[in-house]
């Protein structure tokens, strides 16, 4: 909040000097009553009375009031300024695939291999927060679905970024024969249904809370599994006005798969062609207005990013709210206090100069 | 020159002071003055018929002769009128400025000297020594001293009594009679006087107004005090105000009489109220006598 005092008819201050009137007359009257007394020696040496104590009280509230007053005419005013950011953030889900061939480990961070998935983790992550080079969604809703035979809603959309980022940090790559297999089509259906449902109860009241949608499907392998075909899921997105960015992640060729051992540990690791179903996740995100990206390594997955983070604009705005107040005739806060109004506070000094004057103060020429 | 409301105020002291100074001050003024006059002339050897009390022992051991010491009665004295001229005297609430009563006393002095053959002298001061006429005989020159005290315009404000009494002594040759005009609103005079005491007959005269000793209730006023040039506000309505300045008056009067009544001197005291200028005086020389006669 800005506040700023200014003075709309500031020519008005030239009129200050009139604040020494009181003064001009207190030095006739002055001269008025001087005399002469030889005894100058013992007078200087009277006691003050109340009176004679008090000469410069009447001046001095005089002059404050008509120093006010003047203050008054050059109409002083308190300028708030509020200013409020209206953010239109967009609805984003994140679908990730966790299926077994996430493991392959054809990815980098920093200089240490590691797996797609937490490559994934990795990027997405700073995608949300910020960091590396990206700036981060902060206004925006972002929600997550991980997906290998089945699909599986783990965060609803939310604003509530660290609870987000904790459940994908989470997610766990689907080791388990039951588990295996990539239901691309599922899991791009269940996260068109989370943003509808979203958007429906965000812009339910008219407002558009929520501008703009978008999926980001994250995968490394061809539609296996589930009963929703790819393309249905994306025709769905695309009614909705849902753009789908794919992310076709893994590297060309062959790509190390880490063979486990018992207990565990990696014992080896298995070169296996890296098989991405391009051509539908190209199609999909045709059909929906986003886009196909191929990720093959950390840095490019960071540049698809970036390019979405482009691409996703959020609606930031600003509204300037001013409020002003007349000083002369408005109280204010001044330094933590409540100041009446200029012209209240002149009006009450030439009351307490009245006052005055009619009391000790009668004889002193006012 | 003379400005006729001078002349005609000059007149009016001479003529209203006349008959008094004829018939009061008269009989006095000599015998009040008396033995100051006498002046050593020489020692002679004693021829019978001569007093015994005149013998000079000191000589006569001296010579293994009686000798006698011979006086002359000096036949004129010599009255020199110090009159102070400072910012106070130019003061007073009742009838007349404390100055004007000042020069009113010394001209009645003046004419008191004139008509027993007496010089007059005049010396005008304030800070400083502002006139200084050397003592001398006749009307003409009293009425040119009585000029100067109503008209002079002196050019300091402030007073320098001890200074200027110092300063006259110097300027004194012979024993003479001085009568210090002043209202003694100054200090470090008292040691001057009384140095002077010894060798002159000094008269002090003081001068006040009523007002001097009182406060008037007159509401607020804004004081100067003539010879600083200092103002101040004082609350004449308030009681302790006048009372303090009461006390204080007092306080100081009173160690001016003190101071006065040490030197042994027959001081004045008049007042600007007061009607009759001679009686003061009049009054002064017969305590003299008295003192004299004891």
Redesign the interface.
């Given at each position: 909040m800005l506040s700023a005092i200014s003075l709309l008819q500031w020519p008005f201050l030239l009129l200050l000097p009139l604040a020494a009137l009181p003064w001009l007359g207190r030095l006739r009257w002055?001269r008025r009553?001087?005399?002469?007394?030889?005894?100058?020696?013992?007078?200087?040496?009277?006691?003050?009375?109340l009176?004679?104590g008090t000469?410069w009280l009447s001046p001095v509230l005089r002059s404050l009031a008509i120093a006010l007053v003047v203050l008054s005419l050059a109409r002083p005013v308190l300028t708030n300024q509020e200013s409020r950011t209206f953010t239109e953030g967009a609805a984003i889900e994140l679908v990730v695939d966790r299926s077994g061939s996430m493991l392959a480990e054809d990815f980098t961070i920093g200089r240490d291999r590691t797996n797609r998935l937490e490559a994934v983790k990795h990027v997405a992550t700073n995608f949300i927060r910020g960091g590396e080079g990206l700036t981060g969604r902060p206004h925006d809703l972002v929600g997550l679905t991980v997906f290998a035979r089945f699909a599986d809603s783990v965060s609803p959309l939310t604003t509530d970024h660290d609870y987000l980022v904790e459940a994908l940090d989470g997610t766990r790559p689907a080791t388990e024969q039951s588990e295996s297999g990539t239901a691309i089509g599922d899991a791009v259906a269940l996260g068109v249904e989370r943003l509808r449902d979203t958007m429906q109860s965000a812009n339910r009241d008219g407002h558009e809370r929520v501008k703009g949608a978008a999926l980001i499907l994250m995968t490394d392998g061809e539609n296996n599994a589930g009963d929703t075909d790819p393309m249905s899921a994306a025709e769905l997105a695309k009614t909705l006005g849902i753009r789908v960015y794919a992310i076709g992640v893994g590297t060309r060729g062959y790509a190390p798969f880490p063979v486990h051992g018992p207990g565990g540990r990696i014992v080896t690791y298995q070169q296996q062609p890296v098989t991405i179903d391009e051509e539908l996740l190209t199609a999909m995100a045709d059909a929906t207005g986003g886009k196909y990206f191929r990720a093959t390594d950390t840095d490019g997955l960071k540049k698809i990013y970036e390019a979405i983070d482009v691409l996703e604009k959020t609606r930031v705005e600003q509204r300037v709210n001013t409020f002003h107040r007349d000083l002369a005739v408005q109280g204010f806060g001044l330094g933590g206090r409540d100041v009446p109004p200029l012209l209240a506070l002149a009006a009450a000094l030439v009351a307490l100069d009245a006052l005055v004057a009619a009391t000790w103060g009668r004889?002193?020429?006012n | 020159m003379i400005a006729p409301e001078l002349a005609a105020k000059i007149r009016r002291i001479d003529i209203s002071t006349r008959k008094a100074v004829r018939e009061a001050v008269a009989g006095r003024w000599h015998s009040a003055f008396k033995g100051r006059g006498m002046e050593f002339e020489e020692v002679r050897p004693y021829v019978p018929g001569d007093e015994v009390r005149t013998i000079d022992w000191n000589v006569s051991a001296r010579t293994g002769e009686p000798h006698v010491k011979v006086f002359r009665e000096e036949r004129e004295l010599s009255i020199v009128l110090a009159v102070d001229l400072s910012g106070s005297l130019q003061y007073g609430t009742r009838g007349r400025l404390k100055r004007e009563l000042a020069a009113e006393l010394a001209a009645i002095l003046a004419f008191s000297a004139v008509s027993n053959n007496d010089k007059v002298g005049l010396l005008l001061f304030t800070d400083r020594v502002e006139k200084w006429v050397p003592p001398r005989r006749g009307r003409g020159h009293v009425l040119r001293l009585i000029r100067e005290l109503l008209a002079f315009e002196p050019v300091g404000r402030g007073t320098n009594l001890g200074g200027a009494i110092d300063e006259l002594a110097r300027a004194l040759h012979r024993p003479s009679v001085l009568f210090v005009v002043s209202d003694f609103l100054d200090r470090g005079w008292e040691q001057p006087i009384a140095r002077t005491g010894l060798r002159h007959d000094v008269i002090p005269v003081v001068v006040e107004d009523c007002a001097e000793r009182q406060l008037p209730k007159a509401g607020i006023v804004a004081f100067t005090d003539p010879e600083t040039g200092a103002t101040r506000l004082v609350d004449t309505s308030s009681r302790a105000v006048r009372r303090h300045f009461e006390s204080a008056a007092a306080a100081a009067s009173e160690a001016r009489d003190r101071a006065l009544s040490r030197t042994q001197m027959e001081a004045v005291r008049v007042d600007t109220d007061c009607a009759d200028l001679v009686e003061p005086i009049v009054a002064c020389l017969r305590r003299r006598e008295e003192r004299r006669g004891r």
């Amino acid at each position: 909040m800005l506040s700023a005092i200014s003075l709309l008819q500031w020519p008005f201050l030239l009129l200050l000097p009139l604040a020494a009137l009181p003064w001009l007359g207190r030095l006739r009257w002055f001269r008025r009553t001087v005399a002469i007394h030889s005894r100058g020696d013992l007078l200087a040496q009277a006691p003050a009375s109340l009176r004679t104590g008090t000469w410069w009280l009447s001046p001095v509230l005089r002059s404050l009031a008509i120093a006010l007053v003047v203050l008054s005419l050059a109409r002083p005013v308190l300028t708030n300024q509020e200013s409020r950011t209206f953010t239109e953030g967009a609805a984003i889900e994140l679908v990730v695939d966790r299926s077994g061939s996430m493991l392959a480990e054809d990815f980098t961070i920093g200089r240490d291999r590691t797996n797609r998935l937490e490559a994934v983790k990795h990027v997405a992550t700073n995608f949300i927060r910020g960091g590396e080079g990206l700036t981060g969604r902060p206004h925006d809703l972002v929600g997550l679905t991980v997906f290998a035979r089945f699909a599986d809603s783990v965060s609803p959309l939310t604003t509530d970024h660290d609870y987000l980022v904790e459940a994908l940090d989470g997610t766990r790559p689907a080791t388990e024969q039951s588990e295996s297999g990539t239901a691309i089509g599922d899991a791009v259906a269940l996260g068109v249904e989370r943003l509808r449902d979203t958007m429906q109860s965000a812009n339910r009241d008219g407002h558009e809370r929520v501008k703009g949608a978008a999926l980001i499907l994250m995968t490394d392998g061809e539609n296996n599994a589930g009963d929703t075909d790819p393309m249905s899921a994306a025709e769905l997105a695309k009614t909705l006005g849902i753009r789908v960015y794919a992310i076709g992640v893994g590297t060309r060729g062959y790509a190390p798969f880490p063979v486990h051992g018992p207990g565990g540990r990696i014992v080896t690791y298995q070169q296996q062609p890296v098989t991405i179903d391009e051509e539908l996740l190209t199609a999909m995100a045709d059909a929906t207005g986003g886009k196909y990206f191929r990720a093959t390594d950390t840095d490019g997955l960071k540049k698809i990013y970036e390019a979405i983070d482009v691409l996703e604009k959020t609606r930031v705005e600003q509204r300037v709210n001013t409020f002003h107040r007349d000083l002369a005739v408005q109280g204010f806060g001044l330094g933590g206090r409540d100041v009446p109004p200029l012209l209240a506070l002149a009006a009450a000094l030439v009351a307490l100069d009245a006052l005055v004057a009619a009391t000790w103060g009668r004889s002193l020429g006012n | 020159m003379i400005a006729p409301e001078l002349a005609a105020k000059i007149r009016r002291i001479d003529i209203s002071t006349r008959k008094a100074v004829r018939e009061a001050v008269a009989g006095r003024w000599h015998s009040a003055f008396k033995g100051r006059g006498m002046e050593f002339e020489e020692v002679r050897p004693y021829v019978p018929g001569d007093e015994v009390r005149t013998i000079d022992w000191n000589v006569s051991a001296r010579t293994g002769e009686p000798h006698v010491k011979v006086f002359r009665e000096e036949r004129e004295l010599s009255i020199v009128l110090a009159v102070d001229l400072s910012g106070s005297l130019q003061y007073g609430t009742r009838g007349r400025l404390k100055r004007e009563l000042a020069a009113e006393l010394a001209a009645i002095l003046a004419f008191s000297a004139v008509s027993n053959n007496d010089k007059v002298g005049l010396l005008l001061f304030t800070d400083r020594v502002e006139k200084w006429v050397p003592p001398r005989r006749g009307r003409g020159h009293v009425l040119r001293l009585i000029r100067e005290l109503l008209a002079f315009e002196p050019v300091g404000r402030g007073t320098n009594l001890g200074g200027a009494i110092d300063e006259l002594a110097r300027a004194l040759h012979r024993p003479s009679v001085l009568f210090v005009v002043s209202d003694f609103l100054d200090r470090g005079w008292e040691q001057p006087i009384a140095r002077t005491g010894l060798r002159h007959d000094v008269i002090p005269v003081v001068v006040e107004d009523c007002a001097e000793r009182q406060l008037p209730k007159a509401g607020i006023v804004a004081f100067t005090d003539p010879e600083t040039g200092a103002t101040r506000l004082v609350d004449t309505s308030s009681r302790a105000v006048r009372r303090h300045f009461e006390s204080a008056a007092a306080a100081a009067s009173e160690a001016r009489d003190r101071a006065l009544s040490r030197t042994q001197m027959e001081a004045v005291r008049v007042d600007t109220d007061c009607a009759d200028l001679v009686e003061p005086i009049v009054a002064c020389l017969r305590r003299r006598e008295e003192r004299r006669g004891r």
